[in-house]
């Protein structure tokens, strides 16, 4: 068993410990993806694709995140002491999802990953370089173009250009004084309320202009 292709997604975070992500296929029929490429003490190495270990709520069975306080089906208070441990005493958040079960594998991958990461770094600097790594996330834009087609983008307005409703009226807050021919604006017109004579319902309710 040969690894016959890698495919680097470099990451640009400043300080991060995470350099990059990875896809390694072997044989060239079986592929393995999200491995990732951390910087270490001694150099750059390979962590294995893993998920988060949950445990079961004691009330319920629902599933949690170890370092979950309480319960997100009953809300149950889950203790702390459900932590398991590795072999150095830390707590074990974390396991493989793929991963070699002998040295000298593992120290195949190791080789081969890290040398295609520093060249993946040289390619970098060149002009027009784009990565070969097959990236399945989306961002919002990305989906409705996917759904709607390009000019799908163009009808949400950006947030400082939309108008924000006030009592239900999507017209904005403010508007543009009526002005005059001159430009000067026009006075507003007085209202006038009509006193309701006696028996008569409802006279007076309405503004009549003067």
């Known amino acids: 068993m040969e690894i016959t292709e890698v495919r680097i997604k470099l990451m640009d ?17 079986f592929v393995v993806r999200d ?20 445990a079961h709520c ?5 599933k949690n995140h170890l370092r979950a306080q309480f319960c997100n089906q009953c809300g149950n208070g889950l203790a702390p002491e459900r932590l398991p441990l590795d072999a150095d005493g830390r707590a074990k958040l974390y396991a493989d999802i793929a991963h070699p ?19 993946e770094l040289e390619r970098a600097k060149l002009p027009n370089y784009v990565s070969r790594y097959d990236d399945f996330d989306l961002d919002y834009g990305d989906y409705r173009r996917s759904q709607h087609g390009p000019a799908s983008e163009s009808r949400i307005d950006p947030p400082h250009q939309r108008q924000h409703s006030h009592f239900g009226n999507n ?20 209202v006038r309320h009509t006193p309701s004579a006696p028996g008569d319902f409802g006279a007076g309710i309405f503004p009549q202009q003067q």
């Not at 593992?106 to 295609?116: A, G, K, L, T």
């Not at 017209?171 to 007085?190: F, H, I, L, Q």
Request: glycine letters at 8%; proline letters at 11%.
């Open 35 to 54: 491995l990732k490429i951390i910087e270490g003490t001694s150099g750059p190495f390979v962590a294995m694709p893993s998920r988060k270990l949950t």
């Open 101 to 119: 079960i002998n040295s000298s594998c593992r120290e195949m991958i190791q080789e081969v990953v890290v040398r295609e990461y520093e060249e």
């Open 13 to 29: 975070e400043p300080g991060e410990r995470l350099k990059a992500f990875c896809s390694i296929t072997f044989d060239n029929c």
């Open 58 to 62: 004691p009330r319920c069975g629902m």
């Open 171 to 190: 017209r904005p807050n403010t508007a543009e004084p009526v002005r005059d021919g001159r430009g000067a604006p026009s006075p507003k017109p007085s």
